[in-house]
C-alpha cells in the first residue's frame, strides 16, 4: 500500500533563503506517516482511546538533492517496505516534483504503552502485516550515532515550553530539528548545503525540562548531542554538508 498525496509549499516552510529544505521537508515526512497510519485506522488518533497505546518514532533519517521554491506542487509518496520486525515499523518516503527526486527518506516507529509505561509488539494493535510494499529505494541503513561528550563544543541552552509539546504530553519530535539546526548561525547556511541528517531519539523531555545542545564539526560531518540536565542523552544527530 503506497499512499500519495501533491502538496503546494507554502511561505511558513521555508528557511532564510526563501526556500523549502530539511526542516519543511521534515514536517512533510511526519505528516505523510502520520496519515498513512490514519488511513488505515491505526494512528495516534484512535490509537490511545482505543488501546491505550501510542505510535513513537523513534529515528529519522533524510537525503535532500535539492530545496524547493513555492511556484509547483510536490509529489510525496510514503510506504512501508517488506520487513518481519514484530515491534518495530519503518516507512520511506520520496518527495518529487516534476519526475525529479527532491529528497527521500526512512522514519523507524515502535508502539508505546502509556499506562505500562514501556514499548510493546504490533499485535498489541492487530496492525495489518499485509501493506508492505516491494517499491523499489536506494536508502542508506540507520548508522549508530554516539552519545560521547568528549570532544563535543556547549552552544546553548534550551528549555521545554509548551508549544514545544505533542499529544503525549512530550517535547515533540521535529522540535529537535529546530534545537539542533539554531546550533548554527546564517553564516554558516548561506555557505553550506545539508545533504543528509538522521535524528535518533534516546529520552523523552518535558514541559520546564531544561535541554543543553551540543556540537562537533569533522571536515563535511557534523555531529550533535542534546541532554538533560542530568547528563542523560535525549536526542543525536548526525549532518553531512556539501
Known sequence: MIFEKDYLPQFREADRDGNVGLRGYMNYFQDMATHYMHNIQKGNDTLPDEYGIVWMYTKYKM???????????????TWIPEEKSP????????IS???????????????YHLARKRLVRLKEIDFPMDIAESKEFEMKGFQKLS???DGMEYV?????????????????????????LNAFDSK???EF?????????????????????????????????AIHDSKIPCAV???CVR
Open 237 to 239: 544527530a548526525a549532518i
Open 156 to 180: 546553548y541552552t534550551h528549555q521545554v515550553r509548551y508549544t514545544d509539546l505533542d499529544k503525549t504530553g512530550h517535547m515533540t519530535n521535529l522540535k529537535y530539528v529546530d534545537l539542533f
Open 188 to 190: 554558516f547556511f548561506e
Open 147 to 149: 552519545v560521547d561528550l
Open 193 to 225: 548545503q545539508i545533504g543528509e541528517f538522521e535524528l535518533h531519539f534516546l529520552d523523552q523531555c518535558f514541559e520546564g525540562e531544561v535541554i543543553h545542545v551540543y556540537k562537533r564539526i569533522f571536515d563535511d560531518r557534523i555531529s550533535l548531542i
Open 63 to 77: 537525503q535532500i538533492r535539492r530545496k524547493v521554491d513555492f511556484t509547483e506542487a510536490l509529489n510525496m509518496e
Open 97 to 111: 516534483r516534476g519526475g525529479e527526486a527532491c529528497a527521500w527518506g526512512c522514519v523507524e516507529s515502535c508502539l
Open 87 to 94: 515491534a518495530v515499523v519503518h516507512q520511506n518516503l520520496l
